[in-house]
T-cell receptor, first 113, second 111 residues
């Protein structure tokens, strides 16, 4: 099992450009999440998907869109990137029952100039 | 993460014990977690505790939960330089599967 994978690992964008961050998990998990991590602020939830075909806003959804393409894949899209979106983005997933433990990907480091 | 609070920094000497503290607000949290993040990496689950437990021990790690005060702590015995990392506590919210994270505590271990 690869667990949770994310691409790309690093990205530099100019203000106004768009891009999609990809996330996939091979653990047959139902729920998937996108977080951003900023210094001194911990992880903040952007969007989540409780199951294939459903998505919901988290704490900081503005400026982002998501797609739950299938059970394995959950992508995060920045339509018009802004410097305030410079951050490290993490994808996570958790299984349908049990302890709510989330398993994290390695992260995507995004810089918006 | 404004509902889960941690101090931002802790420095200890190698071989000492480290205690990282966390306070949370949701008394209905089912599970509380400790995650470790090494530089440039994602978050790795260290341990978790069910809300009806007071203590959980796992090798060098001891988790204490004071539900009355909504206080969680992680004790690392015989701290090693490899323990240097950021430690996040998190609480689960109801049956949504969502976690609320603290700001993270940077643990610095000096030789």
């Amino acid at each position: 099992n690869a667990g949770v994978t994310q691409t790309p690992k690093f990205q530099v964008l100019k203000t106004g450009q768009s891009m999609t961050l990809q996330c996939a998990q091979d653990m047959n998990h139902n729920s998937m999440y996108w977080y951003r991590q900023d210094p001194g602020m911990g992880l903040r939830l952007i969007y989540y998907s409780a199951s294939e075909g459903t998505t919901d806003k988290g704490e900081v959804p503005n400026g982002y869109n998501v797609s739950r393409l299938n059970k394995r894949e959950f992508s995060l899209r920045l339509e018009s990137a802004a410097p305030s979106q410079t951050s490290v983005y993490f994808c996570a997933s958790n299984p349908p029952a049990g302890t709510d433990t989330q398993y994290f990907g390695p992260g995507t480091r995004l810089t918006v100039l | 993460g404004e509902d889960v609070e941690q101090s931002l920094f802790l420095s200890v000497r190698e071989g000492d014990s480290s205690v990282i503290n966390c306070t949370y607000t949701d008394s209905s949290s089912t599970y509380l977690y400790w995650y470790k993040q090494e530089p440039g990496a994602g978050l790795q689950l260290l341990t978790y505790i069910f809300s009806n437990m007071d203590m959980k021990q796992d090798q060098r790690l001891t988790v204490l939960l004071n539900k009355k005060d909504k206080h969680l702590s992680l004790r690392i015995a015989d701290t090693q330089t490899g323990d240097s990392a950021i430690y996040f506590c998190a609480e689960s919210r109801g049956n949504t599967g969502k976690l609320i994270f603290g700001q993270g505590t940077t643990l610095q271990v000096k030789p």
